[in-house]
């Protein structure tokens, strides 16, 4: 069984940056397709960015912002998060899969799930 336990996550005004981590367990974070994604209330789960195989996927509305990043050694995934803006307010998510393809555009369903970590942007 693969455990995602992210952490990180807090209250930043519009601008500010913060860094989610995802300590990855029994397999390491450069085997499978890795990632985040979040779900904000009242929406729908969206793809925030995948890795596999150091080659990153981002959503549009993260590019040139949001950075993802491991620590091979410890076995950890971040998620670099700059110039935050209100609508980044979300529950982000530590996600993992088994899967081929590892893009946002796929929308995967991921078999192994952190239990999130909650990113609050005020203006």
């Known amino acids: 069984q693969v455990e995602l336990v992210e952490s990180g996550g807090g209250s930043v005004q519009a601008g500010g940056s913060l860094r989610l981590s995802c300590a990855a367990s029994r397999y390491s974070v450069r085997d499978y397709c890795i990632g985040w994604l979040r779900q904000a209330p009242g929406k729908e789960r969206e793809g925030v960015v995948l890795?596999?195989?150091?080659?990153?996927s981002y959503a549009d509305s993260v590019k040139g912002r949001f950075t993802i990043s491991t620590d091979i050694g410890k076995n950890t995934l971040y998620l670099q998060m700059n110039n935050l803006k209100p609508e980044d307010t979300a529950m982000y998510y530590c996600a993992a899969d088994w899967a081929g393809t590892c893009t946002v555009a796929a929308g995967l369903d991921f078999q192994y799930w952190g239990r999130g970590t909650q990113v609050t942007v005020s203006s």
């Open positions: 890795l596999k195989h150091g080659s990153p």
